[in-house]
């Protein structure tokens, strides 16, 4: 008999001993039982086991009643359990919450009058007027080149998903409001940042 039947029919054996196999499982176990020793001794054994725990003494369980307690003391365990857990995770997030707002209040109340890039070089605001525009949909490129060199304005940003575009005037800058206000031809809407 090769090892993995041997193993096979080893697991079978509480079962054929129960009487809860199939026939043909039952003939294999019969055929190695007649072919191996070992396994006689194995069900032997089995079959003490099985012997002594049917003579034990039935014990009294504590029932229905005493089931609910267990299961009640186990919740209440659990549950002191869990409160503890959570209570400090809350913590630690608390604390770490309430330190990030007094670090973002500190940095947003104090005082700036430049903004101070990550290489230690001092930025200033470039002077002039900040617009936010709409071009007219029917000037061209070309157009749009004119008026923007020809009145020294520089687009800083845009555009935005409602066509919306920021510029910069930093030469004569009311002046040049003025006179761009008047080129309803270019510019379809103006507001002042």
């Not at 006179?179 to 103006?190: G, H």
């Amino acid at each position: 008999m090769n090892t993995t039947n041997r193993n096979d029919i080893e697991l079978l054996l509480p079962f054929y001993l129960n009487g809860t196999l199939e026939q043909h499982e039952i003939m294999l176990v019969e055929q190695a039982l007649q072919e191996s020793e070992e396994l006689q001794q194995e069900l032997n054994f089995l079959a003490g086991i099985q012997k002594k725990t049917k003579q034990q003494p039935v014990s009294t369980s504590p029932g229905e009643i005493g089931f609910k307690r267990l299961q009640r003391s186990i919740d209440k365990e659990n549950k002191v359990i869990a409160q503890k857990s959570m209570s400090n995770g809350w913590r630690f997030t608390a604390i770490a919450a309430s330190l990030l707002l007094v670090v973002q209040s500190i940095t947003t109340l104090m005082p700036t009058e430049d903004y101070q890039a990550a290489g230690d070089q001092t930025i200033n605001q470039p002077a002039g007027l900040t617009l936010s525009v709409t071009f007219s949909p029917d000037i061209t490129e070309q157009q749009l080149r004119e008026v923007l060199t020809q009145y020294r304005i520089s687009i800083i940003n845009g555009p935005s998903a409602l066509g919306i575009y920021q510029l910069r005037l930093t030469h004569a800058p009311k002046a040049t409001l003025e006179k761009i206000k008047s080129r309803t031809d270019i510019f379809e809407s103006i507001q002042m940042d």
